[in-house]
């Protein structure tokens, strides 16, 4: 399985963007890049996914390197509730559609 | 529209004990799964599920059990807990399909074994 590189903590301005990097140097053509966060006590949220472009949607921005061995989620203007635990995640091409391995992740904070 | 629905959220049991930990989605979703957070260790997947009468085992299914028997309920079993298994348990689904990675969380259910 492609395994995540993330920083353990992050913090991040009010208002300002937040980029938070991953690496996944181990990545294999067909693994999506997946992002999900955890607002404390919460389950898990869907923010992102993408293979090979770059992705926009209503809460986040995902880039990907043309080497496909990194990634960065960017939150354009970063709130007090994007305070989270960030997780970015390969899906496991030999397993059944899915599955998902979830690491550490990134404590992002962002203060007033 | 419920979505994923986890019960109970709260349990105290003894060592040796058994209960069983319900999941059950109204999504019609194939996937669903089982997942332990611990603090610092991120989410680990224990069992899942890609569709009725169909389980496998994910990275840490030893002490848990599972059945489907229907697309919407997903149950794990604890057969005789351990203080090993006190953690923060989420139920998950999605609709497997191969360009949607987006899966549905329960709120969690935490257990303590004592």
């Known amino acids: 399985d492609a395994k995540t590189t993330q920083p353990t903590s992050m913090d991040c301005a009010e208002g300002r963007a937040a980029n938070l990097p991953c690496n996944h140097s181990?990545?294999?053509?067909?693994?999506?890049v997946y992002w999900y966060r955890q607002i404390h006590s919460q389950g898990p949220q869907y923010i992102i996914h993408g293979l090979k472009n770059n992705e926009t949607n209503e809460m986040a921005s995902l880039i990907i390197t043309e080497d496909r061995k990194s990634s960065t989620l960017i939150l354009p203007h970063a709130t007090l509730r994007d305070t989270a635990v960030y997780y970015c995640i390969v899906r496991d091409r030999g397993s059944t559609l899915g599955r998902l391995y979830f690491g550490r992740g990134t404590q992002l904070t962002v203060w007033p | 529209n419920a979505g994923v629905t986890q019960t109970p959220k709260f349990q105290v049991l003894k060592t040796g004990q058994s209960m069983t930990l319900q999941c059950a989605q109204d999504m019609n979703h194939e996937y669903m799964s089982w997942y332990r957070q611990d603090p610092g260790m991120g989410l680990r997947l224990i069992h899942y599920?890609?569709?009725?009468?169909?389980?496998d085992q994910g990275e840490v299914p030893n002490g848990y059990n599972v059945s489907r028997s229907t697309t919407e309920d997903f149950p794990l079993r604890l057969l005789s807990a351990a203080p090993s298994q006190t953690s923060v348990y989420f139920c998950a689904s999605n609709r497997g399909t191969p360009n949607t990675g987006e899966l549905f969380f329960g709120e969690g259910s935490r257990l303590t074994v004592l």
């Open positions: 599920s890609v569709g009725a009468g169909i389980t």
């Open positions: 181990t990545i294999s053509g067909n693994e999506y």
